[in-house]
């Protein structure tokens, strides 16, 4: 079907960018820096010569439009920031996946396919300099917070709406970029894997089901302190026996979820010193499911155990919000066609949620039909330099992407 799809294409590009913009330490796409505008200069003169519609929208998002016979839009997303020493295909090579299959798509129909096709770059997806990710998407599908993103400020005290008056943004107007997605129909990201699943099941490729939903919490027992050595062991009122309980229950919590994973990630004692008993013992509870229901009963459980061990240790227990996300979902006919797609190009394929979050969730939770694919990431690791992929595993993703994309826009013109 594909006339003149080259997989081997898009793995010498993502070389050429590694070359050109990645050091000893990996990649240094930053966003709204200097190296991030020089690979985003770079990847227009990679479309050259292709007829494409370019501009950045309100928010510093890059679109690259090719026009079809129906205005119904099938994007394809991807960023090219990376975070400081961070890998050589977190990101890019979503987009330059989605570079080769315009050419490929632009051959084949000869400048005119049946629908729309969009390749958008997304700005800011890391949120490494300012600490909140997903800038460029969150703004477009409205959802990003203006109050809480226009205090934020980088390690040199420079705030975001200055960041992006640098590279020609108006911070009051980024929530503009919400009007690209007018004839959205459809939005598809292919993505490394930012975890060990593909590796250990020895796939290539995976269907994503949508993003994890997020409870976060800290957790105090509050206890008494006293003397380490003169308090007898049955009248202590220790808040880190009650916390410690914990660990191990998150654990049964995570298990009976089916499919959720919970993390105790800090645990700080007051007073803190060796000769007394614990007063105060805070921990940070992270829960995540990719089912709304599954996911409050995870966070019930982990309150209800943590009024058991208080009330076994005579302390008192309370807990703080510390942030929240709901689980999003992607489209059940777009998972069937990525499946599918998968399934032509190796055989084998596999369902599977996404801890990490991405730009496919903002664009999901803004009503468009979203799907990501995921490929193989070997150590299982990402946002570093040893993040890598088998280079036999990056030619079948594009060219399982390539599918999907083909695919889609099948799905679109008989919607
Ligand atoms: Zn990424």
Excluded at 169 to 175: N, S
Excluded at 235 to 253: G, Q
Aim: net charge neutral; proline share 4%; charged share 25%.
């Amino acid at each position: 079907m594909s006339t003149s799809l080259n997989p081997k294409h898009t793995v010498a590009e993502l070389k050429q960018l590694r070359a050109l913009i990645g050091d000893e330490n990996g990649a240094q796409r930053v966003a709204f820096t200097k190296t991030w505008l020089a690979a985003r200069e770079w990847l227009r003169k990679k479309v050259e010569g292709l007829p494409l519609e370019i501009h950045n929208d309100a928010a510093g998002n890059t679109w690259f439009t090719l026009p079809g016979q129906s205005e119904k839009c099938l994007l394809i997303g991807g960023h090219m920031d990376s975070v400081p020493n961070g890998g050589w295909l977190d990101g890019c090579l979503n987009v330059l996946a989605g570079v080769e299959i315009l050419r490929r798509i632009n051959s084949q129909y000869h400048g005119k396919p049946p629908v729309t096709v969009r390749l958008v770059d997304w700005a800011d997806e890391e949120g490494a300099r300012f600490g909140k990710s997903l800038f460029g998407s969150s703004a477009c599908s409205g959802n990003l917070d203006m109050n809480e993103a226009r205090g934020l400020k980088d390690k040199d005290g420079i705030t975001l709406p200055d960041a992006l008056k640098n590279v020609g943004v108006d911070f009051e107007r980024v929530k503009d970029s919400g009007k690209e997605l007018k004839n959205a129909a459809a939005y598809l990201e292919l993505h490394i894997e930012q975890g060990p699943v593909l590796l250990d099941l020895d796939l290539p490729l995976g269907a994503v089901l949508g993003t994890f939903g997020v409870e976060r919490h800290a957790i105090t027992f509050h206890g008494q302190a006293a003397h380490s050595g003169s308090t007898p062991m049955n009248r202590r009122k220790d808040a880190f026996l009650a916390a410690a309980k914990m660990s191990p229950e998150i654990y049964r919590i995570a298990e009976r979820s089916h499919g959720g994973v919970c993390t105790i990630g800090s645990c700080t004692t007051k007073p803190g010193i060796v000769t007394s008993v614990v007063a105060e013992c805070r921990i940070t509870l992270d829960q995540r499911h990719l089912d709304t229901a599954a996911l409050a009963k995870m966070l019930q459980e982990a309150k209800d155990a943590s009024e058991k061990f208080a009330k076994e240790g005579n302390v008192k227990v309370s807990w703080e919000r510390l942030w929240q996300i709901a689980p999003r979902p992607f489209n059940d006919e777009l998972i069937a066609l990525c499946d599918e797609a998968i399934r032509e190009t190796c055989g084998k394929v596999h369902r599977l949620p996404s801890g990490p979050l991405h730009d496919a969730a903002e664009v999901a939770a803004a009503g468009v039909p979203t799907v990501m694919m995921f490929v193989q990431s070997l150590h299982g690791i990402s946002h570093n330099k040893i993040e890598d992929t088998k280079e036999e595993h990056l030619e079948l993703c594009v060219t399982a992407f390539d599918k999907l994309a083909e695919k889609a826009m099948k799905w679109i013109q008989q919607k």
